[in-house]
């Protein structure tokens, strides 16, 4: 029985769609009918509803709704169908499968698809936007919910009647041109505030620069906080005027805390400089200036100064200059002189020599005495006071002295080929390398020592340097490379933008930032940046370097050649002067903290050789002319210039010493 009804539902079906209102969502009422061997079906049914969005094939786009026990008589039916929000505009077709009540069988799709006529689409209309052509305005009654008004007129609005009444808060942006806009009475702004850029330019402002070009009087007690220029006739007569800021003028002279390492000065104004490298001021242009203008200068940055000129610019005065100045032959006895150290201040002294014994001096290198020690060191460093004292002999041991050389004693157990050592300020840091070996360092005064760089291996360390705190170190490999340490030698890095050569000796700044090395049988080279980059100075001449040392700004240089002479740098070496010296077998040079002691030694042969010593006098001068010129200055030292017309200055007031280049 079942097969056969089964069989017989092959038949035609017929559909259509009954109407649905609101209140039904998205349900809708479909009406069919069913034949079964072309005669009206009754009875039973199981019906399957399926949306698909093709006549045939396509894709269902709705979930299958069975709808079981349908109820047909006389061919006719009607059911209730809900597939969800699917209906949209788009044309569905509905695929129906049938079978008995209570079988078992699959469902007989019936053929073709029928066709979802427009009520279901009432489900759509439910939104306006279904709404195709044009609304007429009568069919629109009452007032428009204010909730119904949203989002944006792209296009002008215009509200042209006179009588039009805007009321409460605009919380919005108003844009457009509102030039039309009348009666606007400022006193009704009461809140809110009027950019500055829509205030007349004869409005002063409280917080911002002020360029006042009138006359004007201040005869209250008035503060100004803001940075004022007043270029017309002022007169402020209340004692009780408060100015609390810089002020520039002619003899008006304002401090700019400059931190940088590189700046521009103008027409009177002061230059407090507080970096920890060395600082440039370039002058101001010759075109700027009036006779009278001051610049001043004030070195707070332990990095010290150095004032530049411009094309045609010059300064003449009073101060130190590296000119080729007299040396003086020491009272000292002839021996084989080989190394040198001194004091900060340079009026303690100490020298070393290849057989004779150690020897002092108490006054900048003029008279020398024996100490009785027969040590023969290769290498001496000092403490900034000249009371701790460190030396290395060469296949021999570290020496140590805390009495500024009157007695020495032994470091146990540290015979070898020791090439050179270096101090911090307080002689607690200690930095010495073995040439064929490894660096040491010492943290306590050279009590102790440790070997460092082991990674590295043996080397021909010729060269070690250090600043005044100990924390920053240098060493330099004969045939190699330059090394650095920023801990005080515990860690070692080679510095690839040094050049690979005979390296000699090193010299360093006060902080450790300005380096300066020589080079056996080339030139000199110096390095600004810690030692990471290294630049060969061209007008060093080319020489077998054997020594070098400078201030603590790394300003001034003074470097000996073997078999050659003396030479001395004012400008952080960038330009050397041979000084009036014979060519002898230089071997050693030192210079104080500011670079005005200097003295250098040479050894003719192993028992014979000369001490000779340099101090710097302060006397009237001028600079270079032009932009090679320049006045330099160490941390403390201050200076005024004043421009006295055509270009050139002239120091009015200073503060410790400078030199002029």
Not at 22 to 27: H, N, P, R, S, V
Not at 409 to 428: E, F, K
Request: with cysteine.
């Amino acid at each position: 029985m079942k097969h056969k009804i089964f069989f017989l539902l092959l038949g035609i079906l017929t559909g259509g769609l009954l109407q649905v209102s609101f209140a039904q969502g998205t349900a809708f009422m479909y009406q069919g009918q069913l034949t079964d061997a072309g005669n009206p079906a009754n009875g039973t049914y199981d019906l399957r509803f399926t949306l698909y969005d093709a006549k045939t094939n396509g894709n269902a786009i709705s979930y299958i709704q069975t709808n079981l026990a349908v109820e047909v008589s006389s061919g006719t039916f009607m059911q209730v169908l809900d597939f969800g929000a699917v209906f949209s505009g788009t044309n569905y077709w509905l695929s129906i499968g049938v079978r008995t009540n209570a079988s078992t069988n699959v469902f007989t799709v019936l053929w073709p698809r029928q066709p979802v006529l427009p009520v279901p689409y009432a489900v759509f209309a439910n939104s306006a936007s279904n709404l195709l052509g044009t609304l007429p305005t009568a069919q629109l009654a009452g007032t428009l919910s204010s909730t119904q008004l949203s989002g944006t007129y792209s296009v002008p609005v215009g509200f042209t009647n006179v009588n039009n009444v805007f009321i409460g808060a605009f919380n919005g942006t108003l844009a457009g041109n509102g030039a039309a806009i009348t009666n606007l009475n400022g006193s009704a702004v009461t809140f809110g505030t009027v950019a500055d850029t829509r205030l007349t330019t004869n409005v002063a402002l409280l917080n911002t620069n002020q360029t006042f070009t009138g006359s004007n009087t201040f005869a209250g007690t008035n503060t100004f906080t803001g940075a004022n220029t007043f270029t017309g006739v002022n007169a402020f007569t209340n004692r009780g005027n408060s100015f609390v800021g810089s002020f520039f003028g002619n003899g008006l002279v304002g401090w700019i805390p400059v931190s940088n390492t590189v700046t521009q000065a103008m027409p009177n104004a002061g230059y407090l400089l507080l970096s920890s490298s060395l600082t440039t001021v370039t002058l101001p242009p010759t075109s700027s200036l009036l006779v009278g203008d001051i610049v001043r200068i004030s070195g707070a940055g332990s990095g010290g100064w150095l004032v530049a000129q411009n094309s045609g610019q010059s300064i003449r005065g009073i101060f130190l200059t590296a000119s080729n100045a007299s040396w003086l032959a020491a009272n000292a006895t002839s021996v084989g002189w080989q190394t040198l150290a001194c004091s900060a201040d340079g009026v303690k002294m100490v020298a070393g020599t290849s057989s004779s014994g150690i020897y002092t001096s108490g006054d900048s290198g003029k008279t020398w005495s024996a100490t009785g020690s027969t040590f023969s060191p290769i290498s001496l460093a000092s403490s900034a006071d000249g009371v701790n004292l460190a030396g290395v002999v060469f296949g021999g041991n570290i020496i140590l002295s805390t009495n500024s050389g009157t007695t020495w004693q032994l470091v146990a157990s540290s015979t070898r080929n020791w090439q050179c050592i270096a101090s911090s300020a307080d002689g607690t840091k200690l930095v010495a390398v073995v040439n064929g070996e490894f660096i040491y360092t010492s943290t306590n005064s050279g009590g102790t020592w440790w070997q460092r760089n082991s990674a590295i291996g043996a080397k021909t360390w010729f060269a070690a340097a250090s600043s005044t705190d100990g924390t920053r170190m240098a060493a330099a490999i004969y045939g190699g490379n330059i090394y650095t340490s920023a801990d005080s030698g515990v860690t070692w890095t080679k510095q690839a933008g040094s050049v690979s050569t005979n390296w000699t000796a090193l010299a360093s700044s006060q902080d450790g930032s300005r380096l300066a090395g020589t080079a056996f049988g080339g030139k000199i080279y110096t390095s600004s940046d810690y030692g990471v980059t290294w630049t060969q100075q061209a007008n060093s001449p080319t020489n077998a370097w054997y020594s070098i040392a400078c201030s603590s700004d790394g300003g001034r240089l003074v470097a000996a050649a073997y078999a050659s002479g003396i030479y001395v740098s004012a400008d952080s070496g960038i330009n050397w002067t041979k000084q009036s010296l014979a060519s002898q077998n230089w071997k050693a040079v030192t210079c104080s903290a500011i670079g005005n002691v200097m003295a250098a030694a040479y050894a003719s042969t192993s028992t014979a050789g000369a001490i000779y010593y340099w101090q710097a006098g302060e006397r009237l001068a001028t600079t270079t002319l032009g932009a090679t010129g320049s006045i330099t200055g160490s941390q403390g030292a201050a200076v005024e210039l004043q421009h006295i017309g055509g270009g050139q200055f002239m120091p009015v007031s200073s503060s410790g010493s400078f030199w002029g280049n």
